[in-house]
């Protein structure tokens, strides 16, 4: 069993930045045995793949935030971020983490000016 806890979000204004994170806890063992995505959902549409980061530290980017998005992983932590910058108002969206078939809670990330 794995619990993945969120935190960070909120709201941002259009070209800047704000990060979540995801904490592992469990039986399963550390974060750094399997890889974790970030995905999203957008009122109306059907969740998106973010980016993921695999266990050797690889990161994976969806098209619509390659260059703006950053996932990164601290071990000593057993925590996965995503660091999203230039914000955009299609970024707006419930964000959630997963890690083989769990899930966290999901995190409210809203864009406006």
């Known amino acids: 069993q794995v619990q993945l806890v969120q935190s960070g979000g909120g709201s941002g204004q259009p070209g800047g930045s704000l990060t979540l994170s995801c904490t592992a806890s469990?039986?399963?063992?550390?974060?750094?045995?399997?890889?974790t995505a970030w995905y999203r959902q957008a009122p109306g549409k059907e969740r998106e793949f973010v980016a993921s980061?695999?266990?050797?530290?690889?990161?994976i980017y969806g098209d619509s935030v390659k260059g703006r998005f950053t996932i990164s992983r601290d071990n000593a932590k057993n925590e996965v971020y995503l660091q999203m910058n230039s914000l955009k108002a299609e970024d707006t969206a419930v964000y959630y983490c997963?890690?083989?078939?769990?899930w966290g809670q999901g995190t409210q990330v809203t864009v406006s000016s």
């Open positions: 997963k890690q083989l078939q769990f």
């Open positions: 980061i695999s266990s050797t530290g690889s990161p």
């Open positions: 469990g039986t399963i063992g550390s974060m750094t045995n399997y890889p």
